[in-house]
T-cell receptor, first 114, second 115 residues
């Protein structure tokens, strides 16, 4: 079985500052992907960033970057220069590439304050 | 542009009725998934399919069924709707490559209320 844990139900950050969302996971697989999804109030699921487990280099997408610590099974998301539009719920997810099934954390609600 | 759509976007039904939620993708992806998301929680897998005529149960499959008669569609049926099935339902699709399954892309969701 695989698990994903997001220990921060809610976080807030001032506009233009940096915030880090935490995620830990557990899996017995060697081949997997990790994702961060954003879910704004519209409830749509939007892919923010993904990381292949075999890659040592941390993924980066504009203001979003991850700190992937494979041995520690940790996958945190850093949002730099936070914007009001970043206000959303953020989900960490683990995809077992062999089985093709994803497991999601319970989410972190991020509020960016003006 | 390729996309994944769900219909209806909102649905209200009564307990005991059969309900079918549609999911249609134009990416020609082999893999399709149905999740439910309850308020304040992440997504839980209901059913999934790796190709035409293939269906598999996820972690919360009781009371739900799917069928895959073509690549583009994976309708989700609630055989006899229950209030516990009030939720937001997301469909997703992904492609497979030599390394296994690829990133899942999600539809906009269907809000279902069972009275």
């Amino acid at each position: 079985a695989q698990t994903v844990t997001q220990s921060q139900p809610e976080m807030s950050v001032q506009e233009a500052e940096t915030v880090t969302l935490s995620c830990t996971y557990d899996t017995s697989e060697n081949n997997y992907y990790l994702f961060w999804y954003k879910q704004p109030p519209s409830r749509q699921m939007i892919l923010v960033i993904r990381q292949e487990a075999y890659k040592q280099q941390n993924a980066t997408e504009n203001r979003f970057s991850v700190n992937f610590q494979k041995a520690a099974k940790s996958f945190s998301l850093k949002i730099s220069d936070s914007q009001l539009g970043d206000t959303a719920m953020y989900f960490c997810a683990l995809l077992n590439t062999n089985a093709g099934k994803s497991t999601f954390g319970d989410g972190t609600t991020l509020t960016v304050k003006p | 542009d390729a996309e994944i759509t769900q219909s209806p976007r909102h649905k209200i039904t009564e307990t005991g009725r059969q309900v079918t939620l549609a999911c249609h993708q134009t990416w020609n992806h082999n893999n399709m998934f149905w999740y439910r998301q309850d308020l304040g929680h992440g997504l839980r897998l209901i059913h999934y399919s790796y190709g035409v005529h293939d269906t598999n149960k996820g972690e919360v499959s009781d009371g739900y069924s799917v069928s895959r008669s073509n690549t583009e569609d994976l309708p989700l049926t609630l055989e006899s709707a229950a209030s516990s099935q009030t939720s937001v339902y997301f469909c997703a699709s992904s492609e497979s490559n030599q390394g296994g399954q690829e990133t899942q892309y999600f539809g906009p969701g269907t809000r279902l209320l069972v009275l």
